[in-house]
C-alpha cells in the first residue's frame, strides 16, 4: 500500500505531522510505503507535482492532507477516485491566503517566493465542483485559529468526520488518529 501525504502553506515534508505519520508506518506498518514530496510554493506547479507522484503509484494509493494540502488531497482525490484523510483542510484557500500575499519565507526549506494574483486565481480554478460520498476522513481540531473547522464540517457534510474539542490547527492529537486513518485506508471500497 502506497500513501501520498501532502503538507500545507509554508510547510514540508519534515512537518510535526508528516514526521509522525513517518514513525507510525514505520513502527507498525513497515509495508505501506509514504510518499511525502515537498511542493512547490506555487499552487498551480504544487498540484501537478502531486498529481504527477499519485500518477506514478499504484491505483490503490491514499492520501492524507494538512491545511493546504488537504485541499490539494481533495482536488486529487475527486479527479482521480481516491480516499483522503484530510486534517483541518482548507475549504477556500484563495481567500483564505489573501492575507498573505506577497513575499514569504518557508520555515522549513528556507525558500523565498512572492505569493501573488496567479496564485489565487490558480487555487480557485482547481476548487472541487463536488464532495463524493464515502471517500474522506475528516479529523478537525474545535480550536483551529487559522481554518475554521465549522466550515470543513459543512463542505464535508456526509463524511465520516471527528472533532477534537479544544485542538488547534496543529492538531496534537494526529498521533492517536493514525491506527483508525490506516485501517480505513486499508478497507476495500
Known sequence: MNIVYLHGFNSGPQSLKAEETRRFLQQYAPQVQLHCPRLSSHPASAIAEAETLLLSLPADTCLIGSSLGGFYATVLAEKHGRKAALINPAITPHLDLQRYLGPQTNPYTGEQYVL?????????????????????????????????????????????????????????????????????????D
Open 116 to 188: 501573488g494574483d496567479a496564485d489565487m486565481h490558480a487555487l480557485r480554478n482547481m476548487q472541487p465542483q463536488g464532495i463524493t460520498k464515502g471517500c474522506y476522513w475528516l479529523w478537525l481540531g474545535s480550536a483551529d485559529a487559522v481554518l475554521p473547522w465549522q466550515q470543513a464540517a459543512r463542505c464535508y457534510s456526509g463524511q465520516r468526520q471527528t472533532v477534537f474539542n479544544g485542538d488547534d490547527h496543529r492538531l496534537a492529537r494526529w498521533p492517536e488518529c493514525l491506527p483508525a486513518t490506516l485501517a480505513w485506508m486499508q478497507q476495500a
